[in-house]
């Protein structure tokens, strides 16, 4: 049930852009974006619902492909604080349960 | 406005021994959740909780247990700890439920010796 995220970790000079994946084999509900800088707590960025929709939040934004069961986060114009580890969760449709992916470590290089 | 908070932050105990990881939030939200995170695996849910008195089982369940009496406290016990319990522990609580945002706690670090 756990949705697959990839890349596995990227490395990014400042300025430059990153597209996170994550896709699910279930169909999907809902598919939620978190942040989590070392040794922290995750924190929420943002909540794609079916219908394909696309958000944004700072220069991170995200889309969710209904059909395909995935969704895409975009950070554009990096920024060191950016770095950390990005999640997306999911939850399946008639299924009230929550799976977090395992996560893309993202560094961002001055 | 505290939030949500953990308890003990940091523990380090022995297998077999029971240990409690206390959480408690302020925000009076209705549901609440607990996770673990290990490397490699990301947070897997636990248990969680709709309400006071009312729990239900997440992902990986086995060797956890919970109680809610209190809609602001929402304790996980571990009844006989093993090494493979070993994890960091988050909870989070919102006031939606499933598929809504999730405010996290702190964490607490738990090593099993």
């Known amino acids: 049930q756990q949705p697959v995220q990839s890349p596995q970790a990227v490395i990014l000079r400042e300025g430059e852009d990153a597209v996170i994946n994550c896709s699910s084999s279930?169909?999907?509900?809902?598919v939620h974006w978190y942040r989590q800088k070392h040794g922290e707590a995750p924190v929420f960025l943002m909540i794609?619902?079916?219908?394909?929709e696309q958000k944004g939040h700072e220069k991170i934004s995200a889309s969710f492909n209904e059909k395909k069961q995935q969704s895409s986060l975009y950070l554009t114009a990096s920024q060191l604080s950016y770095s950390g580890t990005y999640f997306c969760?999911?939850?399946?449709?008639?299924?009230?349960?929550?799976?977090f992916g395992s996560g893309t470590k993202l560094n961002v290089k001055p | 406005d505290a939030g949500i908070t953990q308890s003990p932050r940091y523990k380090i105990t022995e297998t077999g021994r029971q240990v409690t990881l206390m959480c408690h939030q302020t925000?009076?939200?209705?549901?609440m959740f607990w996770y673990r995170q290990d490397l490699g695996h990301g947070l897997r849910l636990i248990y969680y909780s709709a309400a006071a008195d009312i729990t239900d089982k997440g992902e990986v369940p086995d060797g956890y247990v919970v109680s809610r009496s209190k809609t602001e406290n929402f304790p996980l016990t571990l009844e006989s700890a093993t090494r493979s319990q070993t994890s960091v522990y988050f909870c989070a609580s919102n006031p939606g439920g499933i598929g809504y945002e999730q405010y996290f706690g702190p964490g607490t670090r738990l090593t099993v010796t």
């Open positions: 279930k169909a999907l509900y809902s």
């Open positions: 925000w009076s939200h209705s549901y």
């Open positions: 969760g999911t939850v399946v449709y008639n299924f009230n349960k929550f799976y």
């Open positions: 794609l619902l079916k219908g394909g």
